[in-house]
C-alpha cells in the first residue's frame, strides 16, 4: 500500500484521560480492538477493525488534560515543508515537526479559523489500513465559522481543487468540497450561531462507517453519549452527529443507505 497523496486524510487519533472508558464505548459502538499500549510513544493505543488499524486512542501529556477531542492528520511528502507553508499562509504550528521512530513524522497545527488538523509523513506506519468499510474511517469536514480564511488556507498548503455544494432544499447552507482531481477528500461547513453555541471552537468532524446508523445511535446514546443531530438521510448516506461521554465529537455514517439526489456544485477559482 502506497503512502497517501498529499493532503489526503490518512491518519485519526484522539486524546481521553479515561482511556478504558474510550476503548469500552468505541468497541461497542464502532466493534473496535485495540492492540497493546505502547509505553514508548506515551501509551499509544491503535484500533482495529476486522483486524486493520483505523485509528488511535492515548492519554493525555501532563498538562494537556481537558476535552477530548479527535485530530486529523493529512499526508504528507515533507513535514517541514508543510510546516512553512502552514506559517506562511498564516496557519501556527503547535507542535513542531516530530519524528515518532520509524513510524513517521508529525506535526499539529491551526488554521487561521482555530481548526485543529495534524499532518503526518509516513514512515512504516502509512496511515489507515481500511476506509469506507463499518469500523473504518469514511469522510471529515473542517467546521468553521470564519470559512473564507479556511477556504484560502487549505488550498495554499496543501494541492486541493475546490467546489462550492449548491442545496435547493437548504439554501442557506455554506458548504465546500476540498478535492485532488476528481476525488473529494474533504467537506468545509459554515458554523451558523443558530446550530452551534458560541462556546463550540471550530474543529474538524470525524466520520465512521457502521453498518446500520440508528443501531450505532441507539449503543452510543446507552453508554454516555450524547446525539447531537440526526440520525438524518442524504445521498451520501445516513449519518448522525455524536459526542462521546469524553466530549469528543463525532459522526457515524451507514454509507449502504442513500436517499435524495446529489447536490450540484460549482467549481471555484
Not at 179 to 186: A, I, S, Y
Amino acid at each position: 500500500m502506497a503512502a497517501h497523496p498529499e493532503g489526503t486524510p490518512c491518519w485519526a487519533d484522539a486524546m481521553f484521560s479515561d482511556l478504558e472508558g474510550a476503548k469500552s464505548f468505541y468497541g461497542d459502538v464502532l466493534g473496535w480492538t485495540f492492540g497493546e499500549a505502547s509505553s514508548e510513544y506515551g501509551n499509544y493505543t491503535q484500533a482495529y477493525s476486522d483486524g486493520k488499524a483505523v485509528a488511535a486512542v492515548v492519554p493525555p501529556m501532563p498538562g494537556q488534560e481537558g476535552q477530548s477531542a479527535w485530530c486529523l492528520y493529512l499526508a504528507s511528502p515533507d513535514v517541514e515543508a508543510t510546516a512553512a507553508k502552514i506559517r506562511d499562509n498564516g496557519g501556527e504550528v503547535l507542535m513542531e515537526p516530530m519524528q515518532v521512530g520509524d513510524f513517521g513524522s508529525m506535526l499539529l497545527a491551526r488554521d487561521p479559523s482555530g481548526v485543529v488538523f495534524g499532518v503526518w509523513q509516513a514512515g512504516v506506519h502509512e496511515g489507515f489500513e481500511a476506509i469506507g468499510v463499518p469500523g473504518a474511517y469514511a469522510w471529515a469536514e473542517i467546521f468553521t465559522r470564519e470559512p473564507e480564511k479556511s477556504d484560502t488556507f487549505f488550498p495554499a498548503v496543501f494541492p486541493y481543487g475546490a467546489k462550492q455544494m449548491q442545496d435547493p432544499g437548504n439554501p442557506g447552507m455554506d458548504f465546500r468540497l476540498f478535492d485532488l482531481g476528481d476525488r473529494p477528500l474533504l467537506g468545509r461547513m459554515k458554523m451558523t450561531a443558530e446550530d452551534f453555541p458560541p462556546e463550540i471552537p471550530s474543529y474538524v468532524n470525524v466520520y465512521f462507517a457502521v453498518d446500520n446508523c440508528d443501531d450505532a445511535v441507539a449503543k452510543a446514546t446507552k453508554l454516555g453519549g450524547i446525539l447531537r443531530f440526526g440520525p438524518m438521510d442524504t445521498p451520501f448516506g445516513r449519518f448522525a452527529a455524536l459526542s462521546d461521554p469524553q466530549g469528543a465529537s463525532f459522526s457515524v455514517i451507514d454509507l449502504s443507505t442513500t436517499e435524495g439526489e446529489m447536490p450540484t456544485t460549482t467549481d471555484v477559482a
